[in-house]
DNA sequence: TAGATTGTTAATCGATTAACAATC
DNA sequence: TAGATTGTTAATCGATTAACAATC
């Protein structure tokens, strides 16, 4: 069966939705009615039946969705069947945070690899990854793998970075950097930018103030 | 003169926009296109002109916009006029990662304290910034007139030290925890899930695979 | 049944883009 | 002038919400 275009929103709660849906099974909760999930996140219980709409489950019952069910459901949506090899390029403060992050945490997301300048780091295990130059960008991309990097090199090396990764052929990037980047249109490409969202916080509690 | 309220997708741009114009300073550019705006952040030179069309900024000539004083407008427009005093609430790796990128970076917005529950850290300088105690949160908030959060501690305490901080008389918070926070609405939250990120890079990521 | 809940269509809201007159 | 650029309105697109029939 070929699943249509999720809306970007959705497949973002949609992966929410995953984990706490994962905390109420660790917690015993066989069933779920949307307005319960609705009020874990803030958002209203019609958003979460539009979204469970678009990937088509159904409750059957009106005794709210079977959680154990729900998440398979959205497993089969969101995830990939084979496993996705994840890279970390720059394993500073943040590249160590997000590592920890996530390790032993995903089963189909695995991060093998980190990149580093530093020879301190090089081929020793940071984190619980092991660490590899960043001069083997290219040969180790390819020999694990990798479909996804995690940019967090610093600023002045963002772009030539990217520029190695993508002629690798790194299939997504998640750049922690403050550089917008260039990418083709067959990388996907998700940019995070820390000092935007604090300035955003600022900007609206400045509003508030009036 | 009472600004009316921007829309949040521009609040955003904007604050990057600001970046980017600093860079051409520095370079010695003083005026720039919406076209060459727009090249620079892979958007439209449309939206750029939309968004400074927002501010009230106006060009006068059809030379391009003048950077320093673009810079300028944007910044009467984000920046509050008063400083803005930040705290990090747990300054592990991920605290310390945010901390050091902003450290000396903004003028307007001050991280002034960190707060954490280790006894190693507690009274010490950590990445630039004082760490104090969890437990006396609500005194320093109030002493150091602390107006936004940076919330970086373990998932298990999220929701407990959520509660303290809006007690305290916080008034904005960016969430880097996994777990989704309920604060009233006088509060601004902001969240930011790099699971979600990751998952959705790597949903697109498949999707190309088709 | 009456009440609670779901699934879905239609309406609304917000953000982006197309189109174009005005300006230098 | 002709060409490039801007500022702005109208049209489009995408996401959320309101409304409601169907189900248990």
């Given at each position: 069966?070929?699943?249509?275009?999720?809306?970007?929103?959705?497949?973002?709660?949609?992966?929410?939705?995953?984990?706490?849906l994962?905390?109420c099974?660790?917690?015993?909760?066989?069933?779920?009615?949307?307005?319960e999930?609705?009020?874990?996140?803030n958002?209203?219980?019609?958003?979460?039946?539009?979204?469970?709409?678009?990937?088509?489950y159904?409750?059957?019952?009106?005794?709210g969705?079977?959680?154990?069910?729900?998440?398979?459901?959205?497993?089969g949506?969101?995830?990939?069947e084979?496993?996705?090899?994840?890279?970390?390029?720059?394993?500073g403060?943040l590249?160590?945070?997000?590592?920890?992050?996530?390790?032993?945490?995903?089963?189909?997301?695995?991060i093998?690899?980190?990149?580093?300048?530093?020879?301190?780091?090089?081929?020793r295990?940071?984190?619980?990854?092991?660490?590899y130059?960043?001069?083997?960008?290219?040969e180790?991309?390819?020999?694990?793998?990798?479909?996804?990097?995690?940019?967090?090199?610093?600023?002045d090396?963002?772009?030539?970075?990217?520029?190695?990764?993508?002629?690798?052929?790194?299939?997504?990037?998640?750049?922690?950097?403050?550089?917008?980047?260039?990418?083709?249109?067959?990388?996907h490409?998700?940019?995070?930018?820390?000092?935007?969202?604090?300035?955003?916080?600022?900007?609206?509690?400045?509003?508030?103030?009036?």
């Open positions: 069966m070929k699943m249509m275009k999720l809306p970007e929103k959705t497949v973002e709660r949609l992966s929410i939705y995953r984990r706490t994962l905390d099974l660790a917690q015993g909760k066989t069933h779920i009615f949307s307005h999930l609705a009020n874990l996140h958002i209203t219980a019609v958003q979460v039946r539009r979204d469970i709409m678009f990937i088509g159904s409750s059957m019952q009106r005794k969705y079977d959680v154990k069910e729900l998440i398979d459901v959205i497993g949506i969101i995830d990939s084979a496993r996705q090899n994840v890279a970390i390029i720059g394993i403060n590249g160590r945070a997000i590592t920890t992050y996530f390790m032993g945490k995903r089963s189909k997301l695995n093998v690899a980190a990149f580093d300048l530093d020879p301190n780091k090089i081929d295990m940071v984190s619980g990854v092991k660490c130059s960043m001069q083997n960008i290219e180790v991309v390819k020999e694990k793998d990798i479909s996804i990097a995690i940019l967090t090199v610093p600023a090396s963002a772009a030539g970075t990217t520029e190695r990764l993508v002629q690798a052929g790194i299939r997504g990037i998640l750049n922690f950097t403050t550089v917008p980047l260039n990418v083709p249109s067959s990388v490409l998700e940019e995070y930018d820390m000092i935007t969202s604090l300035e955003k916080v600022a900007y609206f509690v400045k509003k508030q103030a009036g």
